[in-house]
T-cell receptor, first 114, second 113 residues
Framework: NAGVTQTPKFRVLKTGQSMTLLCAQD?????MYWYRQDPGMGLRLIHY???????AKGEVPDGYNVSRLKKQNFLLGLESAAPSQTSVYFC?????????????FGPGTRLTVT | AQSVTQPDIHITVSEGASLELRCNYS??????LFWYVQSPGQGLQLLLK??????LVQGIKGFEAEFKRSQSSFNLRKPSVHWSDAAEYFC???????????FGTGTSLTVIP
């Protein structure tokens, strides 16, 4: 039982390049989330998914797209990376969307955009 | 709007000393309250949570937190800190009426021998 895994762990992009971050969970959770973590700002929700084939915007969705083609996977895409997207990205999953349910987090992806 | 405040950006304590990390929230009713810990290079792990009932909540790794409605606070405590407790600690609140979830900005804990 690996929990929540993220690929890659580190990445450096040039401005304008694109990339996809992969999140996978093996807990059969319906709900998955992408956060970004920046110094002094805590975690901010980018997008989330309430089930296979459905996604929704979070607090800071601009510049990102997501897809949930399979229940266990949640992809975060950057079509044209910008230096402002330099951050640590965390994926999480939970059994329920209700805020009372624990979210399980992956180890994070550190992205630098130069 | 809901908000979570962790007033202390960084705290340093000696190993074996007691610890208290502060968390204040702004919400119209009693939200769900959580403390997460993030060890270096790791994701966040749930330490404890409060929904209702007894205002003193026990968590993993010897941590506890006390909900004080009058102060809108949910402070995290540990009687005796271990070097392995050095990490970033996040307070979070959940909206009981929906699915919104908010994190504080975190408190970084350094433990000195």
């Amino acid at each position: 039982n690996a929990g929540v895994t993220q690929t890659p762990k580190f990445r450096v992009l040039k401005t304008g390049q694109s990339m996809t971050l992969l999140c996978a969970q093996d807990m059969n959770h319906e709900y998955m989330y992408w956060y970004r973590q920046d110094p002094g700002m805590g975690l901010r929700l980018i997008h989330y998914s309430v089930g296979e084939g459905t996604t929704a915007k979070g607090e800071v969705p601009d510049g990102y797209n997501v897809s949930r083609l399979k229940k266990q996977n949640f992809l975060l895409g950057l079509e044209s990376a910008a230096p402002s997207q330099t951050s640590v990205y965390f994926c999480a999953s939970s059994y329920s969307i209700r805020s009372s349910y624990e979210q399980y987090f992956g180890p994070g992806t550190r992205l630098t955009v130069t | 709007a809901q908000s979570v405040t962790q007033p202390d950006i960084h705290i340093t304590v000696s190993e074996g000393a007691s610890l208290e990390l502060r968390c204040n929230y702004s919400y119209g009713a009693t939200p769900y309250l959580f403390w997460y810990v993030q060890s270096p290079g790791q994701g966040l792990q749930l330490l404890l949570k409060y929904f209702s009932g007894d205002t003193l909540v026990q968590g993993i790794k010897g941590f506890e937190a006390e909900f004080k409605r009058s102060q809108s606070s949910f402070n995290l405590r540990k009687p005796s800190v271990h070097w392995s407790d050095a990490a970033e600690y996040f307070c979070a609140v959940g909206d009981p009426t929906g699915n919104q979830f908010y994190f504080g900005t975190g408190t970084s804990l350094t433990v000195i021998p």
